[in-house]
Nanobody
Framework: QVQLVESGGGLVQPGGSLRLSCAVTGISFGLYDMNWYRQAPGKQRELVASITDNFRTDFAESVKDRFTISRDNHKATVCLQVNSLKSEDTAVYYC?????????????WGQGTQVTVSS
């Protein structure tokens, strides 16, 4: 059974930081691209950050220079460090594992963790 479990969300003041984590079981973690998405109320889910199986990273323009993504293939975890938070970063953040090559079509999601930025 595949499980992606996010943690680390919470309430933070503008300018603050959080470290979101996603623990993954049930797949060959190192073979998957890992992504963080977010969905704010009334908006579509958007891709925030990605890290490929060979550790190449990419970020949405709105979070570049504020967010970093990392992965630990031994622990099967992916983390999103979110800094200099703004009210518009308020959303549910979702972890996603996406297969490529022979694993193309495998697409798994976590339940999400809420990030609220407010004073």
């Amino acid at each position: 059974q595949v499980q992606l479990v996010e943690s680390g969300g919470g309430l933070v003041q503008p300018g603050g930081s959080l470290r979101l984590s996603c623990a993954v079981t049930g797949i060959s973690f190192g073979l998957y691209d890992m992504n963080w998405y977010r969905q704010a109320p009334g908006k579509q889910r958007e891709l925030v950050a990605s890290i490929t199986d060979n550790f190449r990273t990419d970020f949405a323009e709105s979070v570049k220079d504020r967010f970093t993504i990392s992965r630990d293939n031994h622990k099967a975890t992916v983390c999103l460090q979110v800094n200099s938070l703004k009210s518009e970063d308020t959303a549910v953040y979702y972890c996603n594992a996406r297969g490529r090559g022979p694993l193309f079509g495998n697409d798994y999601w976590g339940q999400g963790t809420q990030v609220t930025v407010s004073s």
